[in-house]
């Protein structure tokens, strides 16, 4: 049996990482997330958020999910067109960044072929299309 000691403990850690998911929901990074509940770094307030999120039942993680998605497609939207109005490097990768994001969300992971990671984001993408392709014509 858990100590009051430990029980108060689990009680904040639980506490800490459900405002650490609505913080996520509310649009907050996860450095802004480590820093508003003191967490080391951001990498501990992802941790914190993929943790409670084991916990939520499934509707609300597939409407953070859809949360997610929605977000991502309005950024997708904002750095195309600013791909399209000036060539900006720094779009084209926010755009390759936001497709490798939509793709986890979506469920795809990066082929891997002979061992080794797929060799570039071009080949994951068109490995990811011909999956979904293929699962579409076998529906």
Do not use: C, W
Not at 41 to 50: D, E, L, M, T, W
Not at 125 to 130: D, E, G, V, Y
């Amino acid at each position: 049996m858990a100590s009051p000691k430990q029980t108060r403990q689990r009680f904040t850690v639980a506490e800490r990482r459900n405002q650490a998911v609505a913080m996520r929901i509310d649009g907050a990074t996860y450095d802004q997330i480590a820093t508003r509940l003191g967490y080391a770094n951001r990498s501990g307030a992802f941790k914190a958020v993929n943790e409670a999120l084991k916990d939520v039942p499934r509707e609300n993680v597939e409407e953070y999910r859809h949360l997610q998605i929605e977000r991502l497609e309005r950024v997708l939207g904002t750095q195309f067109a600013r791909l399209d109005d000036s060539g900006d490097p720094a779009a084209a990768n926010a755009v390759l960044r936001v497709l490798e994001a939509l793709d986890r969300y979506h469920g795809f992971k990066p082929v891997d072929t002979a061992g080794n990671a797929a060799s570039s984001l071009l080949d994951t993408l068109i490995a990811n299309s011909r999956a979904a392709l293929e699962r579409a014509s076998t529906d």
